[in-house]
């Protein structure tokens, strides 16, 4: 609004103002650096997908070959109680990973983010580095610590603590070991930078008004970072479900994943009809879980906004 004086009296002159109702428009190159990643998705994602879908419907030739048709052979093949047993074994083994991960990774990340640099780089460049071993370099090197030749069995023989060493390797813990292991760096990266930004008054002022660094961790840092966890959890979920090689190498048949036998279908028995339909399975039921997941965490999410409103 402009005001004008004069000597006689007082203007108000009242300039238009133009409201954008549907805001301010994007720039050719917003849009631009919008459609190139919006591109490559649509190319390197879900052109495979619908690829290895219609596949998953195509009628096996005997001899390793297959040709195109739309038979549930496939499909229905993957409904058998044994496919079902593994889907199940499947899921159990990857939830609990993850939640193992979490678990450990959690507390990790927050005492790392509290140190000096000094301390706290050199932990940041050996997580990093551990992201340059391939799954096949981490399988095979757990298999050697878990198993009886040169294992940890035969230092805690030399400790006195066993009268003879034993192998850990095939079994399920191996391969729960060899899950987290795999997957605790990308959950500790995960969860860095937002505890990170988490302020350090607030932790102070709660050890100022009494409460231990312990209850301050579970009062005050876990449900700021709830979310977080729960991004993290599915990061690691998602993650060591699609793991094959870890199976194989530390599990017997028994302790295999789904992902596992996608590679021996494709693999060994040239089945390439039901391997895809296998991997549509496994990322159809991935998505379902991460999708409930995340539609219960924004449900509780908006609970809490109307509480704090009320």
Not at 197 to 225: K, M, Q
Request: net charge neutral; aromatic share 14%.
């Amino acid at each position: 609004m402009t005001v004008v004086e004069t000597p006689a009296d007082t203007v108000e002159l009242t300039e238009p103002v133009i409201h954008d109702e549907d805001g301010p428009g994007m720039s050719w190159s917003g849009r631009i650096m919008l459609m190139v990643p919006t591109l490559v998705l649509a190319v390197f994602f879900l052109g495979p997908f619908a690829l290895m879908l219609r596949t998953s419907f195509y009628r096996r030739i005997q001899g390793g070959f297959y040709e195109p048709a739309f038979v549930l052979e496939s499909w229905s093949r993957l409904g058998s109680d044994f496919y079902i047993d593994r889907a199940l074994f499947s899921l159990r083994i990857c939830l609990f990973v993850a939640a193992v991960t979490v678990m450990f990774a959690f507390p990790f990340t927050w005492f790392l983010t509290r140190m000096k640099a000094r301390y706290q780089v050199p932990l940041l460049i050996m997580i990093l580095a551990a992201l340059t071993l391939s799954e096949v370099i981490v399988a095979f090197a757990w298999d050697l610590i878990l198993g009886r030749a040169s294992g940890i069995s035969n230092i805690m023989v030399w400790l006195g603590l066993m009268s003879e060493p034993q192998s850990y390797t095939p079994g399920y813990w191996a391969v729960c070991i060899g899950l987290a292991y795999i997957a605790f760096p990308y959950c500790v990266l995960t969860l860095y930078p937002a505890l990170s930004r988490i302020d350090r008054e607030l932790t102070e002022a709660s050890e100022t008004l009494g409460a231990s660094p312990l209850r301050t961790f579970f009062n005050v840092v876990v449900p700021l970072s709830r979310t977080n966890l729960v991004a993290a959890f599915l990061m690691v979920f998602v993650f060591t479900l699609g793991s094959y090689i870890i199976g194989q190498v530390l599990g017997r048949p028994e302790h295999w994943t789904l992902s596992v036998f996608i590679s021996d279908q494709a693999t060994y028995n040239s089945n390439v009809p039901f391997a895809a339909a296998i991997a549509m399975f496994l990322t159809a039921v991935s998505l379902a879980i991460v999708g409930v997941t995340t539609w219960l965490g924004s449900r509780q999410g908006r609970a809490r906004q109307k509480a704090v409103a009320v």
